[in-house]
């Protein structure tokens, strides 16, 4: 019986940064069909990357109820196992970082205003 080595690239992960935010909204418009970022955007704060290549970012957002929570969007390069493992990375940074964005309802929201005001300032 002949084996077949499968190669398996692995996810990286990284905090996001504001050299990284143009690329990220390039990402987000994408998913989105637009041609300005909206409050959903939120504000990023993780990165997933692939042979060094942003595939996917996390980002802080208000949900329904204004409760802070975080939402993915992805280049849809990533499996199925690679989403579940990056959303559970993703879950124990949410859950481990205590900075006003990530606890302070009405500071996120101020910062995600900004963040879209300015990006849509082209």
């Known amino acids: 019986m002949e084996t077949v080595a499968q190669h398996?690239?692995?996810?990286?992960?990284?905090?996001?940064?504001?050299?990284d935010i143009l690329?990220?909204?390039?990402?987000?418009?994408?998913?989105h069909d637009g041609k300005k970022v909206n409050q959903n955007f939120g504000l990023p704060f993780l990165l997933a990357k692939k042979e060094n290549k942003?595939?996917?970012?996390a980002s802080l957002v208000m949900n329904g109820?204004?409760?802070?929570t975080f939402k993915i969007y992805n280049k849809m390069e990533m499996t199925d196992t690679e989403m579940e493992i990056f959303f559970a990375h993703t879950e124990v940074c949410f859950k481990k970082n205590n900075s006003p964005n990530f606890r302070n309802p009405e500071q996120l929201k101020s910062s995600i205003s900004r963040m879209v005001s300015w990006l849509n300032l082209e």
């Open 8 to 19: 398996q690239e692995i996810l990286q992960y990284a905090e996001a940064y504001i050299s």
């Open 23 to 31: 690329m990220l909204k390039n990402i987000f418009l994408q998913t």
């Open 54 to 57: 942003t595939i996917a970012f």
């Open 65 to 68: 109820k204004g409760l802070i």
